[in-house]
């Protein structure tokens, strides 16, 4: 009588590539340069209705950028240091470009901006330290291109960083395939899309000027009356603008995600990113 053989062990889950891996010193700078965003973005929720900061609206802003700006280049070049090697570079400039070049394509109008399917994939497959650089790049490169340089592209570089990375962080990395990836990558779009307009919108409310309309920011009002004037600003402002981009990135995921996952995928592989660049000496 025969023993029947055991059956064979399924294959271990293949281990996500990652263009940049995220080392201590890159994980403090990311935390430290989102923690200055935090402040940055949320500061008119954070002080105190007798702080001197609302006596120095018109420079705020500037002062922001300034201060994002430095910390948003600490970040990309420890980032780099722990590993962003030639082959990422080249794939970062390939997307970043795209993502550039797609962004006038709609020309805002509607909220239709075809980049943003582009870095949700882009992230998902890179993972969130490619993903927080190609965002901030992709929007440095785009207001270069489409002349939207200001105080504000700093919160831009940033918001659009935290968006890119976000979806490198989503779950299933390795087992999650086909219509269920897609769905939830749909699903993280059309949140993450109304989560940036409302970001960006308070880079912009805080100095509208509490005499010009009943819902801009108070100073002197207390946090929860200023958070009613912020959610009635950004229903009059831009949810239409805000709903246009989270439909854009849903139909373009749905339709082009596919192909797209595949292309990153299989691109990714062959660079073959953590493995290290040689010169073979030449011969005789």
């Known amino acids: 009588m025969t023993t029947p053989s055991p059956a064979p062990r399924p294959a271990p889950a293949p281990r996500p590539v990652r263009a940049v891996r995220l080392g201590p010193r890159s994980l403090a700078a990311l935390s430290l340069v989102s923690a200055v965003g935090v402040v940055a973005f949320c500061w008119p929720f954070l002080a105190p209705p007798t702080s001197r900061l609302s006596a120095h609206a018109e420079d705020a802003p500037w002062l922001f950028a300034g201060l994002l700006l430095l910390m948003i280049a600490v970040v990309a070049a420890t980032i780099s240091e722990s590993g962003l090697g030639p082959k990422a570079v080249a794939m970062l400039g390939v997307l970043a470009a795209t993502g550039a070049a797609l962004r006038p394509v709609g020309a805002g109008t509607a909220g239709i901006e075809p980049m943003f399917f582009l870095m949700v994939l882009s992230g998902r497959v890179l993972g969130p330290g490619f993903g927080f650089v190609l965002g901030s ?148």
Not at 168 to 178: E, I, K, M, V
Not at 204 to 223: C, E, K, L, Y
Not at 224 to 249: E, K
Not at 263 to 278: P, Q
């Open 137 to 284: 790049v992709t929007m440095f490169a785009s207001a270069l291109l489409t002349g939207g340089v200001g105080p504000w592209l700093p919160f831009q570089m940033l918001a659009m960083g935290w968006f890119t990375m976000g979806a490198g962080l989503l779950p299933g990395q390795t087992r999650l395939r086909g219509r269920a990836e897609l769905l939830l990558l749909a699903a993280y779009g059309f949140c993450a899309a109304f989560a940036y307009g409302t970001v960006m919108n308070l880079a912009g409310w805080p100095f509208m000027g509490s005499g010009t309309s009943n819902i801009a920011f108070d100073a002197h009002a207390s946090v929860p009356a200023n958070l009613a004037r912020f959610a009635a600003y950004c229903l009059a402002t831009s949810l239409g603008w805000d709903l246009g981009r989270a439909l854009c990135t849903v139909v373009l995921t749905l339709a082009l995600g596919p192909v797209l996952l595949r292309a990153l995928r299989r691109a990714t592989r062959r660079a073959a990113f953590e493995t290290a660049v040689t010169f073979d000496a030449p011969a005789g």
